[in-house]
């Protein structure tokens, strides 16, 4: 039998043993949770929750998902800077689109790590493989992010949507990544040939990620829609460069508009005002000044219209509507610059 003092001494001892462990413990969560705060933007009491939620049991990504599905945290609820990432550009000749998204991460370090790099691919082919192409559309992201990646697309595991993937790839990379935008780009109905250029292109082999040579990555990318008026026309058309060179140029030149018809007048108005006032000193006749300023306005046009550029991507720069007319000419047919795109990391279309 254990006297009263050796009996208080083994239970001092017991619970110097059990505070010990629990402390440790609890300083396992208290790490586990201030990393899925960061993660997830959600308190650290809902945090801590979700990792002592019975499903989830202390695993990281099970609590991102719990949270989500709460509606606690969001996916990208994060403050931080997202000024790198990629652009996904999908040419679907069987369906006549070009699919373009970008999704952006904090660093540079992350847009070459392969798993980003896959993930940006997946999201690109599954919005290109789900929407309609009847017309040209700007996917919304939250209707994105409910899509649910077909068997034709690879994925690293089964998701029942986009989302689940894109809290797998931030609890996995532990960076802010955010799907800025989407869009499908339809080739026009009568003879319509879409072209692509990809800039810093990716080097992603098809054989090693499980994408489809399709699909392109890069930092910045370039659309080009033509028409023809017969199907020779646009055969040959389809297989020359013509279409990637001039596309290859919009990332270049970055124009705003296809032609002068095409100009805003927000933007004429704009451009006159500015005009008016660098000519308003000049001592010259009203008429005279007119002049000066159509003048400069003419020049703008040519600096900001696809259609009235020099060609950067031609020997001698050509102006562009005159190097489509003569590549129509010698395909023996009418070639005609439909649309354009111009999609580059953090600006709009």
């Avoid at 209707?143 to 089964?158: E, G, I, R, Y």
């Avoid at 992603?204 to 990620?209: F, G, Q, T, V």
Wanted: with cysteine.
């Amino acid at each position: 039998m254990l006297s009263s003092s050796r009996l208080s001494m083994q239970l001092l001892g017991r619970r110097s043993t059990a505070l010990l462990f629990s402390t440790k413990a609890g300083a396992a969560d208290v790490g586990a949770i201030k990393k899925l705060r960061e993660l997830s933007g959600a308190p650290m009491m809902d945090c801590k929750n979700a990792l002592a939620a019975a499903d989830v049991q202390g695993d990281l990504q099970k609590a991102l998902a719990w949270l989500r599905a709460k509606g606690i945290a969001k996916v990208a609820s994060s403050t931080r800077v997202t000024k790198e990432g990629l652009i996904g550009v999908h040419n679907s000749p069987e369906r006549g689109t070009v699919t373009l998204v970008e999704v952006n991460c904090e660093t540079d370090f992350v847009s070459i790590n392969k798993d980003f790099q896959k993930f940006v691919a997946m999201i690109t082919e599954t919005v290109s493989a789900c929407t309609p192409t009847t017309s040209t559309q700007v996917v919304d992201v939250p209707f994105l992010l409910k899509l649910a990646p077909p068997s034709s697309v690879h994925t690293a595991k089964p998701y029942s949507n986009l989302e689940e993937a894109l809290g797998d790839v931030i609890a996995s990379i532990r960076e802010t990544i955010v799907i800025k935008r989407a869009s499908v780009i339809a080739q026009p109905s009568q003879g319509g040939v879409l072209a692509t250029y990809v800039h810093n292109k990716v080097n992603l082999s098809p054989s090693e990620s499980n994408t489809s040579p399709n699909t392109q990555l890069g930092k910045a990318a370039g659309v080009v829609a033509f028409t023809s008026d017969n199907d020779k026309t646009r055969a040959a058309l389809v297989d020359s460069p013509v279409g990637r060179k001039l596309a290859m140029h919009v990332v270049a030149a970055k124009p705003l508009f296809l032609s002068p018809a095409d100009v805003s007048q927000s933007f004429l108005d704009q451009e006159n005002a500015i005009f008016a006032e660098q000519t308003q000193d000049d001592k010259k006749k009203p008429e005279v000044l007119q002049k000066i300023i159509q003048g400069k306005m003419n020049k703008r046009m040519a600096e900001v219209c696809l259609l009235q550029q020099g060609h950067l991507a031609e020997e001698g720069n050509p102006v562009v509507q005159k190097y489509v007319d003569s590549v129509g000419q010698s395909l023996q047919g009418k070639v005609t610059v439909d649309s354009f795109a111009l999609w580059a990391l953090n600006s709009q279309e």
